[in-house]
């Protein structure tokens, strides 16, 4: 993982490692003999400058902040010191110090003689008028960026002497610092360069702390135990300065850049990539499937049409799942495969998942699935962790077919279904949504499609299967349109409101019961509708004739195909209404 993510991060350098991308907020500008000219607060821009490993006890050359500039105690550092004066002013002179001490180790640069003039020799034209100017020329929101020293239109720290001076010196102290006995990298397998002791942070990954930095560590150690022949901080993996300067940079890229990024929930980022550049587009069709696209995905792979242009066997398919643990980072999952057998598993992905929903065959997204194991208030919804791990799965499931979804699901998913939900106007919402069979459908046949006896779950009604808890969803579901065709829809609590959760574990009690108020319903049914009745009652009788008893109780696996079953009739009758007139009773207000 670390070495692709190195060779990722050497691919999207450009630079020389010494120097990195940093932002500038506010230009100080001067002149030829060090006076103070002004300061220029611009939009936030990057720019080539300095690369620091770590920022704390350390100063950028000529560029850095306020404090390290120009020696100035802001608000926020006073508070930050308990509102001790005093101290917050030490702090600030003593960053200060350090930037003037970075400075001074460029004395020969001939380029940065008027910085040296704005500090020394015409201190009093230069940093003392600087710092009187700062607060009456930079607004108090834009004090806390980056300043950066120009003269005329040239900003001195992207002068090339700059930074060849800067790579010049970056090379001497990494020569210096090697030994004789330098470790070998265990990433790169050279001991060009030493092993770093502390690596970049990583930003920007959830759980965010409100007040408190969200910079976070891949790799430290900071406890004697984890500490072992006299190795500290991150010496005990081997990886040199320059492989950790790459895999950070790497993380950081791919963190920011949305088109490589996916958020599940309120805790979780994956970050994509591919070893050579190739764009993803099936990726898109996980958050927003298309069903005409997928189709193409789908036919393409089983007609061995796809795009064979690239080398699949070189090109490689990768991704990393993410998540922020206090002041480092737990990796929760890591993929890497082939190119070619990635857009085989998507496609086999969504037939996998495909469901008939009111007519036609529809796709849910990755999030949809995963959201449909919360139940439909929105309260607390934004950080439960059932969703990002739900997600988290299903990712993996999506870009490995044989990844097989765990069955704690399952059972969330149907705890969702049982739950009686209501909506604004005080009816009972439909719980067992295409979206949860589609997921059902899933979990079922990755997990139990190599069970001996099993049927594999399809995408609409399957008349051919006789499995006992099947049948017993699509008995429930006609008694229920049974129900709604004598009584109307206007009913407190139907058979589906009072008998579903126990007809779905315990049939054999449940059904009982059913069986007479479903011959109540279906005579005072003939009475008004007697066609329909004939039509229902036949359905009932073929359908509990299929099964010699009902069971005393149903397994997680069972009580997921009773599911299925329940749902598939329920579309089959939507169907059947959508040709018949006189069956649109049965399926009042299916879609609301």
Not at 89 to 117: D, G, I, Q
Not at 276 to 291: A, Q
Not at 322 to 348: C, F, M, P, Q, T
Request: proline share 3%.
């Amino acid at each position: 993982m670390i070495r692709e993510l190195v060779d990722y991060g050497t691919k999207i350098r450009k630079n020389h490692e010494a120097l990195k991308f940093e932002p500038i907020s506010i230009d100080l500008i001067i002149n030829e003999d060090g006076s103070f000219a002004r300061f220029s607060v611009i939009q936030r821009i990057f720019r080539l400058a300095e690369a620091l490993t770590v920022k704390k006890g350390h100063a950028r050359l000529l560029l850095d902040r306020a404090e390290e500039v120009i020696c100035y105690l802001s608000e926020k550092e006073i508070k930050n010191n308990n509102n001790d004066v005093t101290k917050a002013r030490e702090k600030v002179y003593a960053k200060h110090k350090l930037f003037l001490s970075k400075l001074n180790e460029y004395k020969e640069l001939e380029v940065l003689t008027p910085v040296f003039l704005f500090y020394y020799d015409n201190s009093k034209n230069g940093i003392t008028v600087a710092k009187k100017e700062f607060e009456q020329q930079v607004p108090e929101s834009e004090r806390g960026g980056n300043i950066a020293f120009r003269i005329n239109d040239m900003r001195l720290h992207e002068q090339k002497a700059v930074h060849d001076a800067i790579i010049e010196k970056y090379e001497k102290s990494i020569a210096k610092s090697l030994e004789p006995n330098t470790p070998f990298c265990s990433v790169c397998g050279r001991n060009k360069y030493p092993i770093a002791r502390l690596h970049e942070k990583i930003k920007g990954l959830p759980p965010y702390n409100d007040g408190k930095s969200n910079n976070r560590l891949m790799i430290s150690y900071n406890k004697n135990s984890f500490l072992s022949y006299g190795l500290t901080q991150s010496t005990n993996s081997r990886i040199c300065t320059n492989c950790a300067k790459n895999y950070t940079e790497a993380l950081n890229n791919l963190i920011e850049n949305k088109q490589q990024r996916k958020k599940f929930g309120y805790d979780t980022t994956v970050v994509y990539w591919t070893r050579e550049n190739t764009e993803l587009g099936e990726l898109d069709l996980l958050d927003k499937p298309d069903p005409e696209a997928v189709g193409m995905l789908i036919n393409s792979i089983a007609t061995g049409k796809q795009d064979v242009s690239g080398n699949f066997e070189t090109n490689r398919f990768y991704s990393l799942t993410l998540s922020g643990a206090a002041a480092r980072i737990a990796v929760r999952d890591w993929i890497e495969i082939g190119l070619d057998e990635y857009k085989k598993n998507i496609a086999i992905w969504f037939e996998d998942i495909a469901i008939k929903a009111y007519g036609v065959i529809q796709y849910a997204s990755i999030y949809q699935l995963a959201d449909s194991c919360h139940k439909m208030s929105k309260s607390s919804k934004d950080n439960d962790p059932v969703i990002s791990r739900v997600a988290t799965y299903l990712w993996n499931s999506a870009l490995k077919s044989d990844s097989i979804p765990p069955l704690w699901i399952l059972t969330a998913v149907l705890k969702r279904i049982r739950v009686i939900e209501m909506t604004d106007d005080g009816r009972s919402r439909e719980t067992m949504t295409p979206v949860r069979a589609s997921l059902i459908r899933l979990i079922l046949n990755r997990n139990f499609k190599y069970k001996k006896g099993y049927t594999m779950q399809k995408e609409e009604l399957d008349p051919e299967n006789k499995n006992p808890s099947y049948l017993c969803g699509r008995i429930f579901a006609v008694m229920e349109g049974i129900q709604r065709a004598a009584l109307g829809k206007n009913l407190n609590a139907g058979i589906r409101e009072r008998f579903f959760s126990a007809a779905s574990t315990n049939p054999s009690p449940a059904f009982g019961r059913l069986m007479r108020l479903s011959q109540n319903h279906l005579s005072k049914l003939k009475q008004e509708k007697p066609g329909v009745a004939v039509i229902l009652d036949r359905e009932l009788q073929y359908l509990c004739s299929a099964i010699s008893a009902f069971p005393a109780i149903l397994s997680l696996e069972e009580q997921g195909q009773f599911a299925l079953g329940y749902y598939h009739q329920k579309q089959y009758d939507f169907d059947r209404a959508k040709k018949h007139e006189e069956f649109k009773s049965i399926t009042e207000n299916m879609e609301d």
